[in-house]
């Protein structure tokens, strides 16, 4: 559908648009905040954590690319995307209901293989539906109310099993070690990655091809070879915007894989001086964590919305600099942290910066790429967290002994560089300038 054709939605529309977002986000959050404590249940060493996460930055890397050139090429009667929408939504709650019944290391982490697949089917086609339902005004609202969405899933995601303590003690546990809030926790995950997906579907379709663009998709044949064929002239052709951002996500994604990884095993030895998995004081740290967890995803929620008359105004480059900023200077004092209430203040600034990453690049990226290609380049987009989140996973365990003293609070240290660093690299992106201001009149 092209821009001049496009009908404006409503702000309520942009938000049942998204509320698919919410339960997909869930699915992260619940990854995010247990599945390192759910391998250290299984018995899992510190060292090799960062190989047993290699299941996210893989799939993102095989599935993503491949989706996006496809959805680019799909024409169904159910749409462009929605087809991906559904199956990976499906995918996904299977994967979530079986995690907590892991009877062993080999089966949790091949679950989150099957899991991430799932998750990566969904995500890329969501944000290029996302940019192809709105006017380029209108994207910023779009990009920052799914920020807003994965904000306040993720705070749910990290909360629940801690609110599910009001009904069943936190000592109780499964046969496999993992505690049954955890497990009540998933199930609860695997209910709202399928029907919020549906909702946002049923309420907010996609909208019909025009015969110009029927014709071209029909000119396209939907082939593994096309596909291939397709990314890489995408890749070819790459705009100069995206090429600049490379360096920026691939600071603040590798700093920000490795803070899920490590938290809660930082936060036990300097809260609890313990690094016992199997102890009451790690369990201790893993909902101290949780609930700091959820604490930052709830700022990341309301940050991301006030974000949105702030990125109009400023642009998202100069924006995204400052919450990277913000969050790099958190990483670095939550090492020194010797009481909860320390660590939950330090969650503004993770929080602030986790609303940035989910949102302004996402307003860059749009701002930078041909709209007849949203598919594709939001899938090779992809790519830029990925990547970084392979290479973190491949250098860990390289390092961490010899240069981080096989201390988890090091790591965190090492984030925190990074994030400024990936500040600095922001500004260097040519997108993501200011809204003019006869555009910010027409989105409001």
């Given at each position: ?43 899992a ?41 559904l ?23 091949s679950l ?10 969904t ?49 109780v ?54 596909t ?23 600071c ?24 016992d998995?199997?102890?009451?004081a ?38 995204h ?29 993770i929080?602030?910066?986790w609303?940035?990453?989910?949102g302004?690049?996402y ?15 939001m ?44 500040a ?8 993501g ?12």
């Amino acid at each position: 559908m092209t821009i001049a054709t496009k009908p404006r939605l409503s702000l309520p529309r942009i938000i049942e648009m998204n509320i698919g977002f919410f339960g997909l986000q869930f699915s992260f959050g619940l990854q995010q905040a247990n599945m390192g404590p759910i391998y250290g249940f299984l018995g899992a060493e510190e060292a090799t954590m960062p190989l047993l996460w290699l299941a996210g930055p893989m799939t993102g890397l095989i599935v993503q690319p491949i989706i996006g050139a496809m959805s680019d090429r799909t024409s169904s009667r159910l749409g462009r995307r929605t087809p991906y929408f559904l199956i990976g939504a499906i995918i996904c709650s299977i994967s979530l209901f079986l995690m907590p019944y892991s009877s062993a290391l080999w089966m949790a982490a091949s679950l989150l293989w099957i899991l991430d697949a799932g998750n990566n089917i969904t995500m890329e086609p969501y944000r290029a539906y996302v940019a192809d339902r709105l006017v380029p005004e209108q994207r910023s609202i779009g990009f920052l109310t799914q920020s807003a969405f994965t904000g306040l899933a993720q705070t749910l995601s990290y909360l629940a099993p801690t609110l599910l303590t009001s009904f069943v003690a936190r000592d109780v546990l499964d046969d496999n070690g993992i505690p049954v809030v955890v497990r009540i926790a998933f199930i609860i995950g695997a209910i709202l990655s399928i029907s919020t997906i549906v909702w946002s579907v049923w309420r907010v379709p996609e909208l019909p091809l025009t015969e110009e663009e029927q014709a071209e998709l029909e000119a396209k044949p939907l082939t593994p070879g096309a596909t291939l064929v397709e990314i890489g002239s995408a890749i070819r052709a790459m705009p100069r915007a995206m090429r600049q951002l490379s360096l920026a996500m691939l600071c603040q994604w590798y700093a920000m894989f490795a803070y899920w990884q490590y938290i809660t095993f930082a936060v036990g030895r300097s809260l609890y001086d313990t690094s016992d998995p199997s102890s009451a004081a790690f369990r201790d740290a893993t909902l101290t964590t949780q609930q700091a967890g959820a604490l930052y995803n709830f700022i990341a929620f309301l940050a991301a919305l006030a974000l949105i008359p702030v990125v109009r105004k400023l642009g998202a480059r100069s924006v995204h600099a400052f919450c990277l900023t913000a969050s790099g200077i958190a990483m670095l004092l939550i090492p020194g942290v010797d009481t909860p209430a320390m660590l939950f203040a330090l969650m503004l600034g993770i929080g602030i910066g986790w609303a940035g990453m989910m949102g302004n690049t996402y307003v860059m990226l749009a701002d930078a790429i041909p709209p007849q290609r949203n598919g594709i380049y939001m899938g090779i987009f992809n790519m830029f967290i990925v990547i970084p989140m392979l290479i973190q996973t491949l250098t860990m365990p390289l390092f961490y002994e010899p240069l981080l003293g096989g201390d988890p609070r090091n790591v965190l240290l090492l984030g925190g560089a990074l994030m400024i660093l990936g500040a600095v690299a922001t500004m260097f992106v040519d997108a993501g300038r200011p809204v003019p201001k006869v555009m910010q009149a027409r989105a409001g």
